[in-house]
């Protein structure tokens, strides 16, 4: 649920600062904040499927009987 919520709130604040960066035309503030953002979310997204995707394969392998 945390994980959930840390995106979400990270895709919100990137969408609603990038919003404004188009609106003005400038870049700082609001753009450099929307592309901060960005990469946050991407790289806190891609961690988390990498490591769910090492878990699932984790506990589908089961050891064989001796």
């Given at each position: 649920?945390?994980?959930?919520?840390?995106?979400?709130?990270?895709?919100?604040?990137?969408?609603?600062?990038?919003?404004?960066?188009?609106n003005?035309?400038?870049?700082?503030?609001?753009?450099?904040?929307?592309?901060?953002?960005?990469?946050?979310?991407?790289?806190?997204?891609?961690?988390?499927?990498v490591?769910?995707?090492?878990?699932?394969?984790s506990?589908?392998?089961?050891?064989?009987?001796?």
């Amino acid at each position: 649920m945390t994980v959930f919520c840390v995106l979400v709130c990270s895709a919100v604040l990137g969408g609603v600062m990038g919003f404004r960066a188009l609106n003005s035309g400038k870049f700082m503030p609001s753009g450099l904040i929307a592309v901060i953002r960005l990469i946050t979310f991407s790289v806190f997204f891609s961690v988390k499927v990498v490591t769910l995707n090492r878990s699932v394969a984790s506990s589908s392998q089961v050891a064989s009987p001796t």
